[in-house]
């Protein structure tokens, strides 16, 4: 069993910034990806950032310039800090790890609960 730790959420005014972190622990033998999604009411998930576990990232084009990705491979956990915060990044934003399993040496992955972020005024 694998669980993820999510933190870092919360209200922000517009132009302000946060830093969420997901730490993973468990059945995890290697980690590959690491990454960031987020859901808006009524609109479908969609990716936010990742990371590779050899550093290169990937940023969709609303956050790229203002977000930043890192991970900290010895504690399996993912940063992503967002700069210059704007009400559109109101989200719920989730943690996603892909990882090979101590037990069965399988390659999966697994979700986040998702923490809470709102830019308003």
């Known amino acids: 069993q694998v669980q993820l730790v999510e933190s870092g959420g919360g209200l922000v005014q517009p132009g302000g910034s946060l830093r969420l972190s997901c730490a993973a622990s468990?059945?995890?033998?290697?980690?590959?990806?690491m990454g960031w999604y987020r859901q808006a009411p009524g609109k479908q998930r969609e990716l936010v950032a990742t990371?590779?576990?050899?550093?290169?990232?990937n940023y969709a084009d609303s956050v790229r310039g203002r977000g930043t990705i890192s991970r900290y491979n010895a504690k399996d956990t993912v940063y992503l800090q967002m700069n210059s915060l704007k009400p559109e990044d109101t989200a719920l934003y989730y943690c996603?790890?892909?990882?090979?399993?101590?037990?069965?040496?399988?390659?999966?992955?697994?979700w986040g609960q998702g923490t809470q972020v709102t830019v308003s005024s």
């Open positions: 990371i590779t576990r050899g550093g290169n990232t």
């Open positions: 468990g059945n995890i033998f290697v980690m590959y990806a």
């Open positions: 996603n790890i892909d990882y090979k399993t101590w037990s069965t040496g399988g390659r999966t992955t697994t």
